[in-house]
């Protein structure tokens, strides 16, 4: 089995997004900023630039213009990022304790 560390956070990113879209206004503005700017944050700490420039730009779209269905159209654009970077992230092998290892048969001729 893979564990990627990277793939760890963009899958709890993913899931804030979702959880966001889910709730479909039935958030409140101040605790919709707050994961958004959450979102943002982990963006920004892991060099995340698509998906931090999109939770920025729906920060200031909330601050002029309060919640709508503008916010579904950023959730989905922030989806559409994170999938993008999770097919672009490093798949990691894990080694293999020995103890697990199987060793191919060998032939003779």
């Known amino acids: 089995m893979r564990h990627d560390p990277m793939l760890a956070i963009l899958a709890d ?3 804030r997004v979702d959880g966001l879209a889910g ?10 900023r707050d994961e958004v700017d959450q979102i943002r944050h ?21 601050s002029l213009q309060g919640t709508g269905p503008v916010i ?11 999938a993008t970077e999770m097919a672009d992230a490093p ?5 293999v304790p020995a103890s697990l290892a ?3 048969p060998t ?3």
């Open 102 to 104: 199987v060793s191919a």
């Open 107 to 109: 032939l003779s001729l």
């Open 42 to 62: 982990v963006a920004r700490a892991y060099h995340i630039d698509s998906v931090e420039g999109l939770a920025d730009t729906l920060q200031s779209a909330l």
């Open 72 to 82: 579904l159209s950023y959730l989905d654009l922030m989806r559409d990022a994170i």
């Open 13 to 15: 990113m993913l899931r």
């Open 91 to 95: 798949q990691l092998p894990m080694p």
């Open 23 to 32: 709730q479909r206004g039935q958030v409140s503005l101040p605790s919709l």
